[in-house]
């Protein structure tokens, strides 16, 4: 570069890291920057976070535990301001999601179920007492539930009993044991 800046147009922009002109298009936009710009082009960019990769990490890292409440609480801002446009986002793009998922999920299995261990070691008590309070209020999810599961444990296949066979079954029960029938 040598010190030399070189003329340019409304349509062009001297790249300040090495020095050629590019076109606008070739920056990424900064409202603070000449023609809202900003002053390095997107290749010196690109270039630069290769070679800092492990040093920009680092201060993300320290930057996002320093300021957990106040970056959650723009986050949350955001969601409700764009809720309608995350919510197409979602609808539109629901394939590549997904898929994005499965992939995150198959490349990172030992790390879940590490935290899914621990989450649920954390929150015994929590857990059971929603799954007590979720058994009661909805009885006829929880036998098909344990149906499904008793079934499973047997290797038999599983056939969900509608709620009338689910009585007539009941009725059957009833009277084979004179009146002893469990819940299930």
Do not use: W
Not at 65 to 89: F, L, T, V
Not at 142 to 148: D, I, V
């Amino acid at each position: 570069m040598g010190g030399v800046i070189e003329f340019t147009t409304k349509d062009t922009k001297q790249c300040m890291k090495c020095g050629e002109v590019k076109s606008l298009d070739a920056f990424n936009a900064d409202k603070r920057g000449k023609y809202g710009q900003k002053s390095v082009c997107k290749d010196c960019e690109r270039k630069y976070r290769q070679e800092n990769k492990e040093r920009i990490a680092e201060r993300m890292r320290k930057y996002r535990k320093e300021n957990k409440e106040r970056i959650a609480e723009r986050s949350r801002g955001y969601y409700e301001e764009n809720k309608e446009r995350i919510r197409e986002y979602h609808e539109e793009n629901k394939e590549r999601i997904a898929g994005r998922k499965r992939k995150y999920n198959q490349e990172n299995k030992e790390r879940i179920a590490e935290y899914m261990r621990k989450y649920h070691e954390e929150n015994k008590d929590r857990r059971n007492g929603y799954s007590r309070k979720y058994a009661k209020e909805n009885p006829e999810a929880s036998r098909r539930a344990h149906r499904k599961r008793r079934a499973l444990i047997r290797n038999l296949p599983h056939q969900p009993l509608t709620p009338q066979q689910y009585e007539i079954l009941h009725r059957q029960k009833h009277e084979i044991f004179g009146g002893i029938v469990s819940g299930n």
